[in-house]
């Protein structure tokens, strides 16, 4: 039987991503696997909002649990919408995107990254991995895959969005594929 993991999140993009970075080796589970909400995302951080989730998870369920949390940050717009970048416009994602293109326009420094942290609680402690994605954003809309900001989003390096790669090419050099995998091998020393 493979070890399950508590994954304390609602958005089924995520856990399907995170799914395949973690491979067979796994079960991951979500809140929606336990008809559960999602806590509301109260830090001014990453890190915070990641172990709102973890402990909310662990408290719920007893699981090993992994609260996530991700953001993009800007460099012409002050980093922003960095945590708040699910809700910054208070709009869905194609509505955040289209809004971020037109704070944009006529901007020539499109450097962005796409920050991810990971918590792990187990009822004792904390751990927290990191991974950190380069790139730009684009004048306009690219590709149907993945989800959120990807449609903007060409990692350094690369001529094409992550919507416009497939899963296994965006998750082996994504900021979630990062954080995971420096999880993952934290998890197998410690087992």
């Excluded at 990453?46 to 998870?57: D, F, S, T, V, W």
């Excluded at 990807?150 to 594929?177: V, Y």
Aim: aromatic fraction near 12%; proline fraction near 4%; include cysteine.
């Amino acid at each position: 039987m493979h070890p399950r993991i508590l994954v304390a999140t609602s958005n089924l993009h995520k856990v399907r991503e995170i799914r395949e970075i973690l491979g067979p080796c796994f079960k991951v589970l979500s809140l929606v696997d336990f008809g559960l909400p999602s806590p509301e995302e109260t830090g001014d951080s990453l890190k915070e909002n990641a172990r709102i989730k973890a402990e909310y998870g662990w408290r719920k369920t007893g699981l090993m649990s992994i609260g996530e949390d991700t953001g993009l940050f800007v460099k012409a717009l002050k980093w922003a919408p960095g945590v708040y970048s699910a809700r910054f416009f208070g709009g869905d994602a194609k509505e955040n995107r289209k809004r971020l293109l037109y704070l944009m326009e006529g901007e020539r420094d499109r450097y962005a990254e796409f920050r991810t942290v990971l918590a792990v609680y187990d009822g004792k402690s904390v751990r927290y991995f990191e991974g950190i994605l380069p790139g730009w954003i684009t004048l306009k809309e690219r590709g149907r895959g993945g989800f959120g900001y990807d449609p903007i989003f060409i990692p350094e390096g690369h001529t094409i969005t992550l919507a416009e790669m497939e899963s296994f090419q965006k998750n082996a050099i994504s900021h979630r594929g990062r954080a995971f995998r420096k999880f993952l091998k934290w998890l197998v020393k410690k087992l």
